[in-house]
């Protein structure tokens, strides 16, 4: 399994962004995809969800109405554009993906590289 996220950058607040998270090794349209966060200093948390035919979404409440999850199945690609971007949207981003391991019930989580979005005050 591989996921590998475009490069994120610099954004002013108020500013826009598109994040992409390419992924490998494993049939795409059949997974739920995520996106994940991790700020200095603070733990890892959860952005968004997208199902496997991007039909259902969910965000945590902090990017609702300003961030959207999306994804191209033909492509392997999922997205997150992030507008009205705000300082605190700062943090390294993670796209992830849970896949249950073959004739068990353990699940395995992937995560691509990170990327750093830095918004700018």
């Known amino acids: 399994v591989q996921l590998v996220e475009s490069e994120g950058g610099l954004v002013q607040t108020g500013g826009s962004t598109r994040l992409s998270c390419t992924a490998a090794g494993f049939t795409f349209s059949r997974f739920t995809m995520n996106w994940y966060r991790q700020a200095p200093g603070k733990e890892r948390e959860w952005v968004a969800t997208i199902g496997r035919d991007g039909s259902n979404t969910d965000y945590t409440d902090f990017v609702k109405g300003r961030f959207t999850i999306s994804r191209d199945n033909a492509k392997n690609t999922l997205y997150l554009q992030m507008d009205s971007a705000e300082p605190e949207d700062t943090a390294v981003y993670y796209c992830?993906?849970?896949?249950?391991?073959?004739?068990?019930?353990?699940?395995?989580?992937?995560w691509g590289q990170g990327t750093q979005v830095t918004v700018s005050s």
């Open positions: 992830n993906v849970r896949i249950v391991v073959s004739g068990t019930t353990k699940v395995d989580d992937y």
